[in-house]
């Protein structure tokens, strides 16, 4: 009989691409793990996982069972799920993670309608990108978080991750009012090849969005400076260091003295902002309020 806490142990390897990652994920000793890797392999039979220079990866049995096992894993959320309602669990703790914007624009006006519609459950809110947070979901740190699309990211039709949309916003073109574009009612970002761009630093979603964007209209940014913060990326256009691509939302109650915020010529680039939980966990009594209330305040 394969024993489930086993399973989990795998896909944490598989995940993080080394015992150590996996153990520290999973608050375990390196040995703890690598002790229930080799349990796992003789309740199977089969060699699951092969070291080496660059990590661990898996054998062809190892992705076999893997591919078992994310679904042996959503079927337990599930169960979970409904073993909770049957216990009416309307009262409890669900801990979200979302970008600091996200925090402003869904995840506090969320906790305000779940405080008249579901008084019960208590509601703790972290600070971290996706591609943070998606990771966390998935080694049970987190129970829900709001990321946006990024490279890399956890597809919509990923076994591990139910996937609730929110929203979508384009990024605005942020010049210097001295700019000589700050006069056109719309900013064609191939004008702005050779300019210097302030942006968020990679691993940031927002940083691929622009990167990507800048690329199709047919150059590379020469990003110069950075900042995650938005409020410090206008600041350092409004002091003339260059321009930048900002998500609409995120210049909501931000000084613009210096700056001309402009819409991008064409196609703006966009951010898809998204709501996750692990596969079976969407139902829990806890969890179904909360991507509710979420919903409800993005539509809003």
């Not at 959320?77 to 914007?101: D, H, I, P």
């Not at 020469?222 to 410090?232: K, T």
């Not at 691509?245 to 680039?269: C, K, M």
Request: glycine share 8%.
């Amino acid at each position: 009989m394969i024993e489930a806490r086993r399973l989990h142990i795998l896909r944490a390897v598989a995940d993080h691409r080394t015992v150590t990652a996996a153990a520290a994920a999973l608050y375990l000793t390196p040995s703890a793990v690598s002790q229930q890797l080799a349990a796992l392999e003789q309740e199977t039979g089969h060699r699951l996982v092969e070291r080496g220079a660059k990590g661990v990866r898996l054998t062809p049995a190892g992705e076999i069972l893997l591919s078992h096992t994310n679904a042996v894993l959503a079927q337990l959320e599930r169960a979970e799920a409904e073993l909770a309602a049957y216990g009416s669990g309307q009262a409890g703790t669900v801990t979200v993670a979302s970008f600091a914007t996200g925090i402003a624009l869904v995840v506090a006006p969320a906790l305000a309608r779940l405080a008249r519609s579901a008084p019960g459950i208590r509601v703790r809110v972290q600070d971290a990108e996706g591609d943070a947070s998606l990771p966390m979901v998935l080694d049970r740190q987190l129970d829900v978080a709001v990321a946006v699309e990024y490279r890399g990211a956890p597809s919509a039709d990923d076994p591990r991750l139910t996937h609730v949309p929110l929203y979508a916003e384009p990024f605005d073109a942020v010049v210097p009012v001295a700019h000589r574009l700050a006069d056109a009612e719309e900013v064609p970002l191939a004008e702005l090849a050779k300019d210097t761009w302030i942006g968020p630093y990679p691993g940031n979603p927002c940083h691929d969005v622009v990167v990507l964007a800048c690329e199709s209209a047919g150059f590379q940014p020469r990003l110069e400076h950075s900042s995650d913060d938005f409020r410090a990326v206008v600041s350092l256009a409004a002091a003339d260091a260059g321009v930048a691509l900002v998500p609409r939302s995120a210049l909501h109650g931000t000084d613009l003295t210096g700056v001309v915020v402009r819409p991008v010529d064409g196609v703006a680039p966009t951010r898809r902002v998204f709501a996750a939980v692990r596969r079976g966990a969407e139902e829990h009594p806890l969890i179904r309020p909360v991507l509710g209330a979420l919903g409800e305040a993005a539509r809003a």
